[in-house]
């Protein structure tokens, strides 16, 4: 399997998607996102969706140069459109309005439709925490991407919907949550053709009726994956999906609903407006130590909190360089060859 640096890894991407026509500008940030993905560890969120997004691209899913829209504007609320343009674009410029309007006045919340796949979200609680300020995101996929059953069912009816959050440690490294609700993150079902009757045994997801007992069992729509906390995950995906989606105006799930795009709920916080910072810092720097000082259970060589295995993960493959698996990279190849790109020569 071919192993790169991540401005390698990088510059592969970006030349596909400016061989397509995607603007050099737009491509230089969604190539470095996706790298930067695979530099953390998260390659589910990494160069694998390069083919994903050509494809989506050419389907008019994907809209390059799209226009960004402020539909209404505070001091401390931003309701935005994407208007189907790269989520990687689109996310960071909202929150950057939300990170403007936080420090002017000590909070906001920026609500976001009709974008393109986000990406990663750990990138956007770490957008907040560069600038001191806490943040809480609920994300939806406009009624598209159903992959998972509720509690008690056995057909998909609700996304991955994920959380992300970020909490700046002064002097040390943030604490940055993402999580989804499905046992399996949603992202790696892409192995899943392959996988599937190992995750059904490990009880991550169920396989329909018709596959119970052949290979692959998560494939065309058939099967689901589960939540995970059986009934309070099942909870949190629904309040995920209010507050990202009918809040925001974006569609929750629903038969209708087939085309994947992101709606985003964020809340940005200053603790400066709460407290002394200070004394935020030192209490929270505090705490985090306490829970970390615990005896440690067989198999384990320490605690860490969220946001500290990839910040490891990155200085490991920062050094050693980050694999991709040939499928990913020969679908790169193939991506690149089809607008006379030739990468990795």
Known sequence: MPVFNVEELAGYAKSIFVGYGVPEDE??????????????????????????YIDWLEHGILVPKAEITIMQDTDNLAMITGNYG????????????????????????????????????????????KEELLSLHFINTHGGGKLVAPFGGSERRMSA???????????????????????????????LTIEGYRFQKAALLIASESRQRTHPIFVEGEGALL?????????????????????????????????????????????????????????????????????????????????????????????SGIVIDDQTWSEMVAAGLRYGVTIGA
């Not at 190539?31 to 390659?43: C, I, S, T, V, Y």
């Not at 209708?256 to 709606?263: G, W, Y």
Request: include cysteine.
């Open 27 to 52: 491509a230089q940030i969604v190539a470095a996102a996706l790298a930067d993905a695979n530099l953390a560890g998260h390659d589910s969120h990494g160069v694998i969706r390069v083919s994903q």
């Open 86 to 129: 790269f989520g990687q674009i689109i996310g960071r410029w909202a929150m950057e309005i939300g990170i403007k309007k936080a420090k002017k006045c000590g909070f906001a919340i920026v609500g976001l439709k009709h974008s393109g796949h986000l990406g990663r979200m750990g990138d956007y609680p770490a957008m907040a925490v």
């Open 161 to 191: 919907n994920p959380i992300a959050a970020g909490i700046p440690i002064k002097g040390n490294r943030p604490l940055s949550l993402t999580f989804q609700r499905p046992r399996s993150p949603a992202g790696k079902s892409m192995w």
């Open 227 to 319: 939540n995970f906390g059986g009934h309070k995950g099942f909870a949190l995906g629904l309040l995920c999906d209010i507050l990202a989606g009918a809040l925001c105006g974006a569609p929750c799930s629903s038969p209708e609903s087939d085309r994947v795009a992101n709606a985003m709920l964020s809340i940005i916080l200053d603790p400066g407006i709460f407290r002394d910072k200070d004394g935020f810092y030192a209490e929270v720097t505090r705490y985090l130590a306490y829970v970390k000082s615990s005896a440690l259970r067989p198999g384990f060589e320490e605690i860490l909190y969220p946001g500290e295995p990839e910040m490891r993960t990155a200085a490991k493959r920062s050094a």
